[in-house]
């Protein structure tokens, strides 16, 4: 079936079946083009506990699909690309969470949603890249466990001078690439742009960014920002609601090289046959859901 055909069956297929399509701001165009909802982590996670449809069609990768049946469990949760999981979270296992635990007693532990539901289950509170600072302020302890993203942890460090933020050395390998050289150069070649960056990049590119925020947060930016021109450190994904929301400014990727394959394994098709089959599914077990919500909704009531 030809894009335009396929995107119109989605649409109608989606209706009848009371399904909310959501999609993660990396996902390929065509597949945010036919979206309800498309954010990022935080806005997503949101919207999944708040909707009314049915069923929800995640286009993301697992650990999201995971966060939405944590959620809502009484919704169907259709992942249509199974095998689309975030590499940061596959570094993580409940046993590193727990030897932390063990070496530093007290110490709450905030874990970042890109990690799978069984890590989550092992915390006292989830973070995003929206909200992390926010959610580590309403936590008293000085000493504070964030993982499994050591950069992230390290940005959020910055804006407590006064706590001692322990990490795992999890980071997001396409995030992690990204080199303050490679940044220097693009400043070089663009010396008129802004370079924003997300928190899961090294701490040393964070040095060089006029704006760090989440997918979400660099768009509000770009979008009401003055400036014309802007060098994005972020997956590559983000360039296209960058220039669909702002076609008279001017973007540059921090590299070519930030590709998540597993943010781009969604397609038009396997939205089409998840609806139209009802599966593949995502189902957390629910003693590890149970245990894995706390976290989430302790996150999810903190204030935006
Ligand atoms: P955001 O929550 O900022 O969209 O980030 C998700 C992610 O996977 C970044 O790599
Ligand atoms: Fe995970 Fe990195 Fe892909 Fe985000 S970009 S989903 S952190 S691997």
Redesign the pocket.
């Known amino acids: 079936m030809e894009k335009e055909k396929l995107s119109a069956e989605i649409r109608r297929l989606a209706k009848d079946r009371k399904a909310l399509i959501l999609a993660h701001n990396?996902q390929p165009p065509e597949i945010q083009d036919i979206a309800d909802l498309v954010g990022d982590s935080l806005e997503l996670s949101l919207k999944a506990a708040q909707t009314e449809a049915e069923v929800i069609v995640f286009c993301g990768?697992l650990f999201m699909a995971e966060t939405a049946h944590i959620v809502s469990p009484e919704k169907i949760v259709l992942f249509p690309a199974p095998q689309a999981c975030?590499?940061?979270?596959s570094m993580i296992t409940p046993e590193d969470v727990r030897a932390l635990r063990e070496a530093h007693p007290g110490a709450p532990v905030v874990t970042y949603v890109?990690s799978y539901a069984e890590v989550k289950a092992e915390s006292d509170i989830c973070c995003t890249s929206a909200n992390v600072v926010r959610v580590i302020a309403t936590l008293p302890e000085k000493e504070i466990i964030c993982l499994p993203d050591m950069n992230l942890a390290q940005y959020a460090q910055r804006f407590f001078p006064d706590k001692k933020i322990i990490y795992f050395e999890g980071f997001?390998?396409?995030?992690h690439l990204l080199t303050p050289e490679e940044v220097k150069r693009a400043k070089e070649a663009h010396p008129e742009a802004l370079f924003i960056a997300h928190p899961?990049c090294r701490p040393e590119v964070i040095d060089l960014a006029d704006h760090v925020a989440s997918t979400s947060g660099m768009l509000k930016f770009c979008r009401e920002s003055e400036h014309r021109e802007f060098i994005i450190g972020t997956?590559v994904g983000l360039l296209y609601p960058l220039r669909k929301q702002n076609p008279d400014k001017k973007f540059y990727p921090a590299s070519e090289n930030m590709v998540?394959e597993?943010?781009k394994l969604t397609t038009l098709e396997l939205v089409y046959q998840a609806l139209e089959k009802m599966e593949p599914r995502v189902e957390v077990p629910e003693d590890i859901r149970k245990r894995a919500l706390r976290a989430v909704k302790r996150m999810l009531e903190i204030p935006r």
């Open positions: 990396y990768v975030c590499a940061m979270a890109n997001c390998p396409f995030h899961e997956e998540c597993a943010m």
